[in-house]
């Protein structure tokens, strides 16, 4: 079993930066890959960013590409996701999850855990 706990989602101004943090706990969470995603209100559930456990390749939507950097420190069993040049459209609940190998980095169907997501609002 896995636990994962967001942190880090607040109010900001558009054009501004946050980085959210997701904290693992549990076995082996350093052998999982992991991933952000995000969901608006009426909105589905969207990939963002993923980066794999080993040899730690990063994966991105579109429409973040350039703005949002995935990161993991295996040692201390956290992900992060560095945002910047925030824009109003990326207001959602953002969620962590895990995901074993046997996955595809985009689909939220492929990942086992799931965080409880910590809210990101962007003021214009």
């Known amino acids: 079993q896995v636990q994962l706990v967001e942190s880090g989602g607040r109010l900001v101004q558009a054009g501004g930066s946050l980085r959210l943090s997701c904290a693992a706990s549990?076995?082996?969470?350093?052998?999982?890959?992991m991933g952000w995603f995000r969901q608006a209100p009426g909105k589905d559930r969207e990939f963002v960013a993923a980066?794999?456990?080993?040899?730690?390749?990063?994966y991105y939507a579109d429409s973040v590409k350039g703005r949002f950097t995935i990161s993991r420190d295996n040692a201390e069993n956290t992900v992060y996701l560095k945002m910047s040049s925030l824009e109003p459209e990326d207001t959602a609940v953002y969620y962590c999850?895990?995901?074993?190998?046997?996955?595809?980095?985009?689909?939220?169907?492929?990942?086992?855990?799931w965080g409880q997501g910590t809210q990101v609002t962007v003021s214009t």
């Open positions: 549990g076995r082996t969470t350093s052998t999982y890959n």
């Open positions: 980066v794999t456990w080993g040899t730690r390749i990063t």
């Open positions: 999850a895990a995901a074993r190998d046997d996955w595809v980095a985009q689909y939220a169907s492929t990942y086992v855990y």
